[in-house]
Each structure stands twice: as structure tokens, then as C-alpha cells.
């Protein structure tokens, strides 16, 4: 989907933003946050980058990270706030709460779930990361590309895309990698981004990813595997949401398995992970959105309410159908 005129002329004829992103940001969330606070800047304008909840100490090296509000007041009354990577109001935590009603509202994102919600929602599914569309959105604004803009959207691409494995066809593949190329062109070192991002293991972390591998179950047909972490677990090991790419990797990488999932006792409920490997048969972004989450065909989550003993059934009865329904392996593309 292309840029909303409406979007651009927003950003034209006002003077003062509030950037909010979704609850436990990841790198998409920092990333883009960022990446608009700096097109906002370069433009001569106000931004204000707020997230309701602390940013992973992984994320505190990207450009401006220091400077992210958890807590209001804002420095100054917003006129606009733009809501980035995000799917859903709840999910916005309390920046709702610091801007008035007066606030012109606008959203940008490429989660396939989110509805609009503001009257200005620029929601592009086939972009690989909202930092990509902020960086779009700042070139169509006269923005040029310099190492900061360019640091926050690779980290956003590098996170979204799952250290570049998530491009599913040859078209994204070459779109992706062309982007990454530009922006590494400003003088980023990918193993030195990598090191910061994901060599971030403490001995906890792994006892956690150890407690994973041995409470991980695979069906009988060997087409699902999933993790189970009781609220014990979680709590001796300091679970936490971004550490499910780690823990979800394990069952997702089982050569027979076609979806994975990830079943977290956490806070009030059970925090669920899904992984498609075949996202164009079988879409776990709707799978998800019965239980009341959301997020893409190929990665999306849930909060449940209840525990492990009423939550794994139920979730596993839809995705042995999803995976009945999408026919044999392979059945329609391949490669
Ligand atoms: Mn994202």
C-alpha cells in the first residue's frame, strides 16, 4: 500500500509528535520508534518516543535508545501521535493515557491483523518491518539515509526477518537484500550489529533454553512441536518476551515439524507462540486471532487466559486442523 497523502500532510503541517510502540518492544518497535523520531528531527520537528515498557538492554545501543520515555508527563503537548508496529490499542499500553483528545492520532504498521484503529492507519503487510515503511515515508519526506536512520532499520529488518530467514519468495529475497545492502552502504558492519543484538545470553538464558529443549513435545505425526513453561519456570529463569525466539527455534528447527508453538505460564494467563514454516498454506497470524492475538502468517502470539492444562489443548486442536487443512507438505510451493 502506498504512502496516505493524508499521512504525508499530517506530517507537513504539524509541528510536535508523540512516536509510541507496542508493549515488550522488540527490534522492530525500538527500530522504528527511533528511525521516526530521527525523519521528525531532520524535518525540523518535535518528537517524543515513548514505550510503556523497558526497552531489552540489547536495543540500548541503537541511536537515541537513551532517551525513550517509559513514564509521563511528555516534555511537550504532542499534536500528533503516531503509533508504529503496533496491531491493536491495548497493545499500546499507557501512551494512551498521555495524550489528550485534542491529539491527532495516525498509525503505521505491517502487522496483516491490525484493523485501524486511529482514521489514518497506513498498514502495509507486504513490508517486511515497519521501520521500512518509516524509512519510505522519510524518503518521500526529502530525508536523507545516514548511518543513524540506517543502523535503527536494519536492526528493525534484521529482528523482523528472523536473522534474514523469513523472506519466503524470490521477490522478497531480492527486495530484502537490496534494502539491507543500502542501508549496510552507510557504513554498518552486519557481525558487529549481530554481536550486540543476539550474543546477549546470561547463564539464566540458557537455563532457560535448557528447561525448553526438555519440556518440548512433538505430536505423534511429528508435524507439531511445542515448548511447555510452567509459571515455576518462568519465574526461576526471568522469562521474558523476547526470549521466545531462542526457545521457539528449538521445535521450529525439527526437520518434521511444519508449525511450532511456544506455551509460557506468564503474568495472569499463557503467553503463546506460533510458527508457521509454511506460512503461504498455513497462516498462524488467524490461528492467533482466535485466541484473541495476532501478528503474521508466518509468526504471530496470543496471551491466554487460564494455565498450561486447558490452554495446550485447546490451542493444539486448531493447529492440527490448520495443518489438516493445508494438505500434504510441499502441496503448493516449493523451494
Ligand atoms: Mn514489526
New binding site residues.
Given amino acids: 500500500m502506498r504512502i496516505p497523502k493524508r499521512l504525508l500532510e499530517l506530517i507537513d503541517g504539524h509541528r510536535s509528535f508523540l512516536v509510541a510502540s507496542h508493549l515488550h518492544p ?4 525500538v527500530g ?1 520508534s527511533l528511525a521516526m523520531a530521527l525523519v521528525l528531527r531532520a524535518l525540523g520537528k518535535r518528537a517524543a518516543v515513548f514505550n510503556t515498557d523497558r526497552i531489552p538492554p540489547n536495543f540500548a545501543f541503537l541511536p537515541g535508545a537513551s532517551e525513550i520515555l517509559f513514564q509521563g508527563p511528555l516534555p511537550f503537548r504532542p499534536q500528533v501521535a503516531l503509533f508504529l ?1 503496533t496491531p491493536s490499542p491495548p497493545r499500546l499500553g499507557r501512551a494512551l493515557d498521555l495524550i489528550g483528545p485534542g491529539t491527532v492520532r495516525a498509525a503505521i ?3 496483516v491483523s491490525n484493523p485501524g484503529y486511529t482514521g489514518l492507519d497506513w498498514i502495509d503487510p507486504s513490508a517486511p ?3 521500512e515503511m518509516v524509512l519510505r515515508l522519510g524518503r518521500r519526506l526529502g530525508v536523507p539515509l545516514g548511518r543513524d536512520l540506517a543502523l535503527c532499520v536494519y536492526v ?1 529488518l534484521l ?2 526477518m528472523g536473522k534474514f530467514q523469513f523472506m519466503v519468495t524470490p521477490g522478497q529475497g531480492k527486495k530484502i537484500f537490496e534494502l539491507a545492502g543500502r542501508l549496510t552502504a552507510k557504513g554498518l558492519v552486519p557481525y558487529e550489529i549481530y554481536k550486540k543484538v543476539y550474543n546477549v545470553y546470561d547463564p539464566s538464558s540458557l537455563k532457560l533454553l535448557a528447561a525448553a529443549l526438555s519440556n518440548l513435545h512433538v505430536t505423534r505425526d511429528g508435524l507439531i512441536g511445542y515448548v511447555c513453561l510452567d509459571r515455576e519456570t518462568t519465574a526461576r529463569f526471568h522469562f521474558f518476551d523476547d526470549t521466545n525466539d531462542a526457545l521457539i527455534a528449538q521445535p521450529r528447527d525439527l526437520a518434521s515439524t511444519r508449525v511450532a508453538l511456544l506455551f509460557a505460564e506468564h503474568r495472569g494467563g499463557v503467553k503463546v507462540s506460533f510458527r508457521s514454516k509454511e506460512p503461504d498454506v498455513i497462516d498462524v497470524n488467524r490461528i492467533a486471532a482466535h485466541f484473541g492475538g495476532g501478528g ?1 502468517a508466518a509468526a504471530a502470539g496470543a496471551e491466554v487466559p487460564g494455565d498450561l492444562g486447558s490452554v495446550v489443548p485447546a490451542v493444539l486442536r486448531r493447529v492440527r486442523a490448520a495443518v489438516a487443512a493445508a494438505g500434504p507438505r510441499g502441496g503448493k510451493r516449493s523451494g
Fill in positions: 522488540d527490534g522492530d518497535a522504528s508496529d504498521d505491517h502487522h518491518c515497519t521501520a528493525a529482528t523482523d503474521h
